[in-house]
Nanobody
Framework: QVQLVESGGGLVQAGGSLNLSCVAS????????MGWFRQAPGKEREFVAA????????YYEDSVKGRFTISRDNAKNTVYLQMNSLKPEDTAVYYC??????????????????WGRGTQVTVSS
């Protein structure tokens, strides 16, 4: 069992930055692929970014490319999402997810095995 706890969300003005963190419990974090998803009110959960267990492969949703950066520190059991140039449309609850198949990227929520409870990101215009 893996438990994921997100932090770092908050209220920021458009153009600002936030750095989300997700800390995982358990000794197997380093073997998992990790992903970030978000869900705005009334919308489905959507993929944001993902990283393989080694960090050798990274993938972003088109609307965040060049603005968001996903990274991980396996020694700290932590995955990060650095978000720059934030826009009001980035407003959502952001979720961290872990996938036991660590060597491939996945963009579909159903392919992830563990989820955090989310952290709210609100971008004001």
């Amino acid at each position: 069992q893996v438990q994921l706890v997100e932090s770092g969300g908050g209220l920021v003005q458009a153009g600002g930055s936030l750095n989300l963190s997700c800390v995982a419990s358990g000794r197997t974090f380093s073997s998992y692929a990790m992903g970030w998803f978000r869900q705005a009110p009334g919308k489905e959960r959507e993929f944001v970014a993902a990283i393989t267990w080694s960090g050798s492969s990274i993938y972003y949703e088109d609307s965040v490319k060049g603005r968001f950066t996903i990274s991980r520190d396996n020694a700290k059991n932590t995955v990060y999402l650095q978000m720059n140039s934030l826009k009001p449309e980035d407003t959502a609850v952001y979720y961290c997810a872990a996938r036991r198949t660590g060597i491939t990227i996945a963009t579909t929520p159903v392919l992830y095995d563990y989820w955090g409870r989310g952290t709210q990101v609100t971008v004001s215009s």
